[in-house]
């Protein structure tokens, strides 16, 4: 059986910066992997969500990109994941999947998670405490802010 926990979160002025940060990068992977799909589907060129997360390495390194190195490897990953299912879902007969905007766009997902008996921690967000009575039970397998 699959729970869901929500939590709220007392965060600094520099977490903050932090979220909108990453924000605009998952932002900008998403539009940057739904314009490369449509591009190469155009062409006859199928790829795959493991295509486009193998082609992340390149956009750090040789495209320029060096502030996607702030971002935690696996909330990009993450984030190509959810446009690849947009685009999976598609296929499936739903609608075609939009453009990430500022004004729809605001969650990052995260996938590795450690937990302690009363507070979680977040790849390079850190420490999330919780309350006593409000401990997740079982292993966390990802967490969105």
Same mark, same amino acid.
């Given at each position: 059986?699959?729970?869901?926990?929500?939590?709220?979160?007392?965060?600094?002025?520099?977490?903050?910066?932090?979220?909108?940060?990453?924000? !605009? +990068?998952?932002?900008?992977?998403?539009?940057?992997? *739904?314009?490369? %799909?449509?591009?190469? #589907? &155009?062409?006859?060129?199928?790829?795959?969500?493991?295509?486009?997360?193998?082609?992340?390495?390149?956009?750090?390194?040789?495209?320029?990109?060096?502030?996607?190195?702030?971002?935690?490897?696996?909330?990009?990953?993450?984030?190509?994941?959810?446009?690849?299912?947009?685009?999976?879902?598609?296929?499936? !007969? +739903?609608?075609?999947?939009?453009?990430?905007?500022? *004004?729809?766009? %605001?969650?990052?997902? #995260? &996938?590795?998670?450690?937990?302690?008996?009363?507070?979680?921690?977040?790849?390079?967000?850190?420490?999330?405490?919780?309350?006593?009575?409000?401990?997740?039970?079982?292993?966390?397998?990802?967490?969105?802010?």
């Amino acid at each position: 059986m699959i729970k869901t926990y929500s939590f709220k979160i007392r965060h600094s002025e520099k977490y903050s910066q932090w979220i909108e940060s990453t924000l !605009g +990068a998952t932002r900008f992977i998403y539009n940057l992997a *739904k314009e490369t %799909k449509e591009e190469c #589907f &155009k062409k006859g060129v199928r790829l795959s969500g493991y295509d486009l997360s193998n082609q992340l390495v390149q956009c750090k390194k040789e495209l320029g990109f060096e502030w996607l190195k702030e971002v935690p490897a696996q909330t990009l990953q993450g984030t190509i994941e959810r446009m690849d299912n947009s685009f999976k879902r598609f296929f499936k !007969g +739903a609608g075609y999947p939009k453009w990430a905007s500022k *004004k729809k766009w %605001k969650s990052i997902p #995260f &996938k590795s998670i450690k937990t302690t008996h009363n507070a979680f921690k977040l790849p390079s967000f850190g420490v999330v405490k919780v309350f006593k009575f409000k401990e997740p039970k079982g292993d966390l397998k990802t967490a969105t802010i």
